[in-house]
């Protein structure tokens, strides 16, 4: 084992990989507001009868959440209290956490908005699925699940094992272990000015998939 692996899950292949906890690992502190949503996403996917039975599923609870269509033509994305997002609501270099709009038979899905000027996207970016200098992506990484929570200047780092996204160019890996990119999420501009998806996530959310 190398000296590093005092600190990770074994993704180095010194050992068999294990998914880490996003609360076992001192470095994958998730977002207050995200653990609410997760703790209330639990409950409204099982019942919960002690505290450890939803952290110790939560890796589950992200990939059965995510099993089925989350995001659908016309969903409103909203911000953590629920609000609306407008065209408005970002500037340019600016990043929010933001959720479909609640309604029933939809669940919670932590998704990262950014917005950037047009010209500033390239790469792996689905430009027909930005808007307005907008670009949504999963914030369920594609590694071990947990929460793409941190930035390095414009970079997109999970704290668990340091994987890196580059949201200029569709979210692709641009460091670390994560296998793929984090899915796009097709936006458009309502006619009343609040962003909406136009379909769901434009790839597996979270660890799996191909
Ligand atoms: S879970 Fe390992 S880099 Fe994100």
């Given at each position: 084992m190398s000296d590093d692996c005092d600190t990770c899950d074994g993704c180095c292949?010194?050992?068999e990989p294990t998914r880490p906890s996003i609360y076992t690992d001192a470095r994958a502190e998730m977002e207050r507001?995200?653990?609410a949503k997760v703790?209330?996403?639990?409950?409204?996917l099982t019942a919960v009868g002690s505290l450890a039975a939803p952290l110790m599923g939560l890796t589950r609870v992200f990939e059965r959440g995510y099993s089925g269509p989350v995001y659908s033509d016309g969903v409103a994305l909203v911000d953590g209290e629920g609000e609306r997002v407008t065209e408005d609501t970002l500037a340019e270099g600016e990043q929010l956490t933001v959720f479909p709009e609640p309604r029933p038979g939809i669940a919670d899905a932590p998704t990262l908005l950014v917005r950037y000027p047009e010209d500033a996207y390239g790469g792996e970016t689905a430009m027909e699925s930005t808007v307005g200098g907008y670009a949504a992506y999963s914030k369920v990484c594609t590694h071990?699940?947990?929460m793409v929570s941190d930035t390095e200047g414009e970079t997109l780092v999970c704290p668990c094992h340091f994987g890196k996204f580059d949201p200029t160019s569709g979210a692709s890996v641009v460091g670390g272990p994560p296998p793929r990119a984090l899915p796009q999420l097709p936006l458009t501009l309502s006619s009343d000015g609040h962003l909406?998806?136009?379909g769901d996530f434009e790839g597996p959310?979270?660890?799996g998939g191909e």
């Open positions: 292949g010194d050992e507001r995200d653990y703790l209330a996403t639990v409950g409204g071990a699940g947990c909406v998806a136009t959310v979270g660890p």
